[in-house]
């Protein structure tokens, strides 16, 4: 018998047998009944020790994929469910079809998973370098943190615990003028989940919820969900156009220190007018503090919840651009009226968040290592963002222009006027020669242009990808 | 200068040093121009490394919270933000006034937090028993998924990793008769999201909504958010009475395999008149496997799921009762006709579950450690059932009969009829001897009797607790 098995001897072998010989029997490929080969000749066939493949054995025995029948060898079993009995693949019929139907229908938060494929040369937004991770204080802390939960670990307080809460509210209050402290904090499986807390929270069917437009686009699935009407409310280069705002919207989401897509900040006067109008409306101000903590130039702007008086501004904040869109951590700092209904909202969704990685992320910050990771962040994304600024500056400054932004790892690039680029058509053609360029068009921008990450893109690879769009561009 | 600090030599020294140094100075018992000790002073006075100290001064110098002044030592800052200038306490108008306040009203979940107290002899219900999370497997595939995120890791599915729901759809395949593969399956923050998903997905404003009473009390805030009209459905020893199930529901809420709080099991008959209703009516049935895995005696019954031909059951199970509720790891095994909106619901919600505790626990799964883990807690809570019913077949025959259940680490007991005791204060007698009893009446149910659990008491606490029971309850 010949299993076709291949060994990558750089991954755990016990692994990689055991998980290609459940494939062959389930596949169908090992049939029922069908003897496997004793583990003395499959060990010499594929160069690995006898033990490893008798264990191997031994799971897919304890799984009930295979039996040893005494003094015979292994065999494959009969499959309970092998190919699962499905229910049938007629519609059911069920009493909730058109809230299902209008479930799949919101719109669902842009986002790459780990298996999407970029470009080379990528320029998407929002997406950390993933070298940067800080592996080793991480892991030193993680480890730590483990050994210290010697009970297993039983619930957490809804709010998160207290060291992580004590941490933000520390970084907060130094970093972002944040007015807070630990009460304040609520912990979130990332900015996503406060943001959905939020809108449960204030927003139901029929109410008014303004968002910023262009924006980002994860926040209008959660508003349609909660059947909110959604006020669209321009943005310039001044940031959100309050005068543009509707009297009778229940909260407003805006990115103030770095406005998605757009990457300019929000203008002093912008900050004051947003403030005043929530005051006569009731409304509240749902801060978006993305990606602030990259900061290139300039003086660290007030944050809208250190100049509200009012305790009508919950500030949200993640550690996805910071640290990894995987580990799942956000926090809003919860204005003293929502605090109470915010913790329900938290505890009826989840109960609270995994203690283990709360833990450690709560050492991780006390101890400094946070600070320092920032500081390494913010010198790397700078050298990239002086390529990009040169670059269009240079090859790219007869098509483009470069919007300001002090802060945070993407900035947008306008088509200048009297161009008749579309934006559409040249991230096609960049995609031919293995550049990533995201038409500023796909988060709802009435201008043409571009969203210019620098997350996942060398200093030396703008360089490269700048050059060739310019080659695309020139006529 | 006399600094009122207490090392514990048990935890780490640094750490405890620095959160009662910041505590001093943050509470102004250390106020603004304060001169703090010198290094080696305090070492001394402590009995700690000079080096300990002088790093716990770096990191508060790094705070902002001292400053280090050449040649004289260090002093206290004045703190930016020590006491946060909060918003005043008068209430704010906001636009969602009464909807916040609706929020406020929901009933949360029950849970015990890690710093509630327990009796001495505890019968919670619902927390299983700490000393038996089986740390050094867990930490070993913990480290081992840490190891492998080379990456710092990228977003993962909605749905959760994919080696992660193959495990949890091999387990539930073998081990409950779940008839699923891995794209059924979606990963949630412990079984309340699950049920959070479900609830969004499938009630609007006004809808019926079928629970069982008594009953698990977590479904019911969800439910009341979303505006649902609640039917509560009767539960007798064959579980959930079927013909009591309204006409108009959207969904029923039912634990089949060990009925919370009673304990008991569905019947067949029950189970088959259930999925019939639904079939008749359109409605989904959520199918929460609560602590099945614990199975003492008796053949495994087909879970509702397993049965169904039809596509109308959504099948919750959880690891907080077999590991630890602090991972926040559930599942929800989802119909057909569900799957794509139940997605779209996670992913709004917070768009995935982190992924290193994921990929932890596919690791632990397939390597068998879960299964081995399994059986080690069936033999200890089998242990602590056997003490329970003797007990409640010795001692405490004359007033209370134990309800039977053949699996989970809760049973309910009843008080026989003709009895007048009161489970509420028999509970206020048995805390001042240092036993914690529930009485059933806290889950709605309209018969006195307690809810015996036994994830938090050794066997011979159960003697111990159950002999003081007796002497309370004695002429």
């Known amino acids: 018998m010949d299993l076709h098995i291949v060994i990558d001897r750089s991954q755990p072998l016990g692994e990689q047998l055991l998980r290609q010989l459940r494939g062959l029997i389930r596949s169908g490929r090992l049939a029922t009944g069908a003897q496997l080969p004793p ?42 469910a092998a190919e699962p009995e499905r229910p049938a693949p007629t519609p059911v019929r069920l009493a909730s079809a058109a809230r299902i139907a209008a479930f799949q229908a919101l719109p669902v938060p842009l986002l790459r998973f780990a298996d999407s494929p970029l470009a080379r040369w990528d320029f998407i937004g929002g997406s950390p370098e993933p070298a940067l991770f800080p592996h080793e204080d991480w892991r030193r802390h993680l480890h730590a943190a483990q050994r210290q939960m010697s009970q297993g670990g039983a619930h957490a307080p809804p709010a998160g615990l207290l060291a992580l809460r004590e941490a933000i509210a520390e970084h907060l209050t130094f970093a972002r003028g944040v007015r807070c402290s630990a009460a304040d904090v609520i912990v979130t499986q990332g900015a996503q989940q406060a943001f959905d807390l939020l809108v449960r929270v204030l927003v139901g069917p029929g109410d008014v919820a303004a968002i910023e437009s262009p924006g980002y686009p994860p926040i209008t699935g959660l508003l349609q969900a909660q059947g909110a009407r959604i006020a669209h409310v321009p943005v310039d280069e001044q940031g959100l156009v309050t005068d543009a705002l ?34 006569r409306t009731g409304a509240v101000v749902i ?33 996805s651009k910071t640290l990894a869109p995987s580990l799942r951590l956000g926090y809003v700092i919860a204005p003293l009226a929502l605090r109470d209904a915010l913790l329900h909202a938290k505890h009826l969704a989840d ?24 500081r390494r962040c913010v010198a790397e994304y700078g050298l990239r963002r002086e390529r990009l600024m040169a670059g269009f500056a240079g090859a790219l400054a007869p098509w483009l222009t470069l919007l300001p932004a002090e802060a945070g790892f993407h ?26 360029l995201y038409p500023l068009q796909g988060f709802g921008a009435d201008r043409d242009g571009l969203l210019m990450g620098f997350g996942r893109i060398t200093p030396d690879g703008i360089a490269a990808a700048l050059t060739r769009i310019a080659e695309l561009l020139a006529p």
Chains 1, 2 share one sequence.
């Open 39 to 80: 583990t003395r000749l499959l060990a010499e066939q594929l160069g690995l020790a006898r033990q490893t493949v008798a264990e191997a054995y031994e799971r897919l025995t304890l799984e009930q994929l295979i039996e040893a029948r005494r003094g015979r060898g292994s065999f494959v079993r009969a499959l309970p």
């Open 246 to 279: 509707p009297p009778d919207a229940r909260l407003v989401y805006t990115t103030p220190a770095h406005q998605f897509p757009l990457g300019v900040a929000m203008s002093a006067v912008r900050r004051r007018a947003l403030l005043d109008w929530a005051a």
């Open 287 to 319: 801060e978006d503090d993305y990606d602030s903590e990259f900061r290139f130039e300039g003086q660290p702007r007030d944050s809208l919840q250190g100049l509200d008086t009012d305790g009508r501004v919950a500030f949200v904040g993640s550690f």
């Open 351 to 374: 109960v609270h968040g995994p203690r283990l990685l709360q833990h450690a992320l709560a050492r991780f910050m006390a101890e400094g290592a946070y600070r320092k990771h920032l």
């Open 411 to 436: 900035q947008a690039a306008l088509f200048k006027a009297g161009s008749d680029i579309d934006a559409t058509r040249l991230a096609a053609l960049a995609r031919r020669v293995d550049v990533g």
